[in-house]
């Protein structure tokens, strides 16, 4: 397992940008690494996810808002949010799959992956 550590969520006015970061305790050891979100009594959607090889994959709901892109050299990942939506209102968590189970299949399923940080909450205002 990695430990992983976000930062960026805050309040912001639809149409707005942010730009979360995700920093890993240990350098390029993941298969790939997701941003899933979460809103009460919900599961976790997962909203982008890039393997290590750089191929990426986003839910139907961001593509061409949002974009998922990584510094190995500093170990952060970062999800850059564009014109945002009250609909992605939601608390922001950052994954790793150390054991490289998020095949195709499971590439936006939660149980594939092993580490994951506390959560960063983002709220968009109508």
């Known amino acids: 397992q990695v430990q992983l550590v976000e930062s960026g969520g805050g309040p912001v006015e639809a149409g707005g940008s942010l730009r979360l970061s995700c920093t890993a305790s240990?350098?390029?050891?993941?298969?790939?690494m997701a941003w899933f979100r979460q809103v009460p009594g919900k599961g976790r959607e997962g909203v982008a996810m890039?393997?290590?090889?750089?191929?990426?994959y986003y839910a139907d709901s961001v593509k061409g808002r949002f974009t998922i892109s990584q510094d190995k050299v500093k170990n952060i990942m970062y999800l850059q949010m564009n014109d945002l939506k009250p609909e992605d209102t939601a608390m922001y968590y950052c994954?790793?799959?150390?054991?490289?189970?998020?095949?195709?299949?499971?590439?936006?399923?939660?149980?594939?992956?092993?580490?994951w940080g506390q959560g960063t909450q983002v709220t968009v205002s109508s």
């Open positions: 994954a790793a799959d150390t054991q490289g189970r998020a095949s195709s299949k499971r590439r936006f399923d939660p149980t594939a992956y092993d580490s």
């Open positions: 240990v350098p390029d050891i993941s298969s790939c």
């Open positions: 890039r393997y290590s090889g750089g191929t990426t």
